[in-house]
C-alpha cells in the first residue's frame, strides 16, 4: 500500500536496480513518440519530459537522494525502484500514445520478467503507476493542441508559408503549454525583437546566409555542408541518444541514471515550449522569404534573388528563435550542470546522415557547431541561433537550480 508522506524517502534495502532499465525505457519512449502518426515531431521533447518526470519520480521515491518533482508520496519499504521505472515509463506512453499499446504491453512485460517476482516487484509497480498517474493528472488541460490559429497578414518581416510544402504553421499551440519547470513559455520567451530589417546587422545576418546557406552556395565549404546536414534532423532523437550513452559511459546507477534524463529532457521540453512562444510573438520571416522579397524590406544593403532555395527544405514555422539550437543550448548545460563537469566526453550520431558520428568534450564547441549549421543550412539568420542557445540555456539554469536538488539541500 502506497501512503502519502513526506518527499525525503529513505534508501530502501533491497538489491540495487539495474540503471539500463532508465536507458532502454528512454529508447523505447522515443520510438514510439516517433513512430506516433498523431503527433508532430515538435512534440517528440514534450513527452519525453512527461515520460522522465514520472520515472525520476518512481525512483527517487523509492530510494531518496534527490527530491522529487512536484509528487509528494512515499513508497512503502523493500519496494523495486528498477519495477517503479518500468511501469512509470509504460503508464505515461500508453496513456499518450494508446495506439502502441500492444508493443508497449510487450516491452514492458520483458522488462518485468528481468526481476524477481515478489512483494518488492508488486510494490514498485504500484508506486511507479501511482507516479505516472500522477503527472498525467498535472498534465490534464495544460495547453497541448489547443486551437491556436496563426492569422499574421503578409507583410515584410512576416513569416508565411515558405516552399516546396507551402504548409501551414506546424503546431502553433505549442508556445501555449504549460511548462513543466518555467512558470510559462514568455518567461524566457520574448528575447527582444529580431533585429530590425533596415539595420545593419539584419543586412550582415541576411548576406551571410544568402551566401552560404543556398542550395548552389560557391562560398560553403564540403566541410560546413557536413556539419550543415550533420544538424538537419531531428534533435530529440539525437541528443536522447547521446544521453543513453553518458548513462553507461559514466556508470551511473538508477538513480543518477533517472535523475540525468529527467533534468536533461524536461529541460529540452521547456525550451521547446519557449521558442515556440518566441516564434509565434516574433513571426518572423525564414531566409527564403527574406532573401526573395529582400526588394520590400526597406534595406539598401540586401537584394532579392527569387531563385534562391535553402541547401535543404525549411521547415513549417517563424524564424526566430531557432528551435534546435534552443535545444542544444538546453541540453549541453543541463548535461554538464546534471553531471557537474565541463567535460561532456559526447558522441552524437547524426539522424539525418547515415553513419555520421561527432564529438565533442565541450558545450562550447557543439552550441557552435548547431548554430553555424543551421546559417548554412539556409534555416536561420545567425541571431536566431545564437538566441536560440541562449534560451535553452537559461531555461536549463533556472530550472536545474530549482529541482533536482540534494535532499540534504532541503
Known amino acids: 500500500?502506497?501512503?502519502?508522506?513526506?518527499?525525503?524517502?529513505?534508501?530502501?534495502?533491497?538489491?540495487?536496480?539495474?540503471?539500463?532499465?532508465?536507458?532502454e525505457w528512454n529508447a523505447i519512449a522515443v520510438s514510439t513518440l516517433v513512430a506516433d502518426t498523431t503527433k508532430a515531431p515538435t512534440e517528440t521533447p514534450l513527452y519525453l519530459g512527461f515520460v522522465h518526470a514520472a520515472v525520476y519520480n518512481a525512483v527517487v521515491g523509492i530510494e531518496g537522494r534527490y527530491t522529487p518533482y512536484r509528487f509528494q508520496a512515499r513508497a512503502p519499504q523493500r519496494a523495486s525502484a528498477q519495477a517503479a521505472a518500468v511501469a512509470a515509463a509504460h503508464k505515461v506512453l500508453v496513456t499518450y500514445v494508446p495506439s502502441a499499446a500492444g508493443t508497449l504491453d510487450t516491452a514492458y512485460a520483458?522488462?518485468?520478467a528481468q526481476i524477481p517476482d515478489g512483494t518488492a516487484k508488486r510494490l514498485g509497480v504500484a508506486f511507479g503507476e501511482l507516479a505516472a498517474d500522477t503527472?498525467?493528472?498535472?498534465?490534464?488541460?495544460?495547453?497541448?493542441?489547443?486551437?491556436?490559429?496563426?492569422?499574421?497578414?503578409?507583410?515584410?518581416g512576416v513569416w508565411r508559408p515558405t516552399p516546396p510544402a507551402s504548409a501551414p504553421f506546424l503546431t502553433p499551440w505549442l508556445g501555449a503549454v504549460k511548462p513543466l519547470m518555467v512558470r510559462d513559455g514568455a518567461q524566457f520567451g520574448r528575447p527582444g525583437p529580431?533585429?530590425?530589417?533596415?539595420?545593419?546587422?539584419?543586412?550582415?545576418?541576411?548576406?551571410?546566409?544568402?551566401?552560404?546557406?543556398?542550395?548552389?552556395?560557391t562560398v560553403r565549404t564540403a566541410e560546413q555542408t557536413a556539419i550543415a546536414l550533420f544538424?538537419?534532423?531531428?534533435?530529440?532523437?539525437?541528443?536522447?541518444?547521446?544521453?543513453?550513452?553518458?548513462?553507461?559511459?559514466?556508470?551511473?546507477?538508477?538513480?543518477?541514471?533517472?535523475?540525468?534524463?529527467?533534468a536533461v529532457d524536461m529541460s529540452m521540453a521547456d525550451t521547446l515550449i519557449t521558442v515556440w512562444h518566441s516564434k509565434y510573438h516574433y513571426a518572423f520571416w525564414r531566409p527564403i522569404t527574406a532573401i526573395t522579397l529582400a526588394d520590400t524590406d526597406g534595406n539598401p544593403a540586401t537584394t532579392a534573388d527569387p531563385s534562391w532555395v535553402p541547401l535543404v527544405n525549411t521547415p513549417p514555422y517563424p524564424?526566430?528563435?531557432?528551435?534546435?539550437?534552443g535545444v542544444t543550448g538546453a541540453f549541453s548545460r543541463s548535461l554538464g550542470t546534471a553531471l557537474d563537469t565541463h567535460h561532456l566526453r559526447l558522441e552524437l550520431t547524426s539522424t539525418a546522415v547515415p553513419g555520421a558520428v561527432r564529438e565533442y568534450d565541450s558545450a562550447r564547441a557543439l552550441n557552435a557547431d548547431v548554430i553555424d549549421a543551421r546559417v548554412w543550412l539556409?534555416?536561420?539568420?545567425?541571431?536566431?541561433?545564437?538566441g536560440g542557445v541562449q534560451i535553452g540555456q537559461r531555461?536549463?539554469?533556472?530550472?536545474?537550480?530549482?529541482?533536482f536538488r540534494p535532499v540534504d539541500h532541503d
Open 1 to 23: 500500500m502506497v501512503l502519502p508522506s513526506p518527499a525525503n524517502a529513505a534508501a530502501s534495502h533491497h538489491a540495487p536496480a539495474n540503471p539500463a532499465v532508465v536507458s
Open 110 to 112: 520483458t522488462s518485468l
Open 135 to 156: 503527472l498525467v493528472s498535472q498534465r490534464a488541460n495544460d495547453g497541448r493542441n489547443a486551437s491556436v490559429p496563426f492569422t499574421r497578414p503578409p507583410a515584410p
Open 194 to 217: 529580431p533585429p530590425a530589417l533596415t539595420s545593419a546587422r539584419y543586412a550582415r545576418d541576411f548576406n551571410e546566409v544568402k551566401a552560404t546557406g543556398s542550395a548552389g552556395s
Open 231 to 262: 544538424y538537419s534532423g531531428n534533435p530529440a532523437v539525437q541528443y536522447n541518444l547521446a544521453l543513453r550513452k553518458q548513462a553507461a559511459l559514466r556508470g551511473l546507477d538508477i538513480v543518477e541514471s533517472a535523475r540525468l534524463f529527467a
Open 319 to 325: 524564424e526566430y528563435v531557432s528551435g534546435y539550437s
Open 378 to 386: 539556409g534555416f536561420h539568420f545567425r541571431s536566431a541561433d545564437t
Open 395 to 403: 531555461v536549463a539554469d533556472w530550472s536545474l537550480d530549482r529541482y
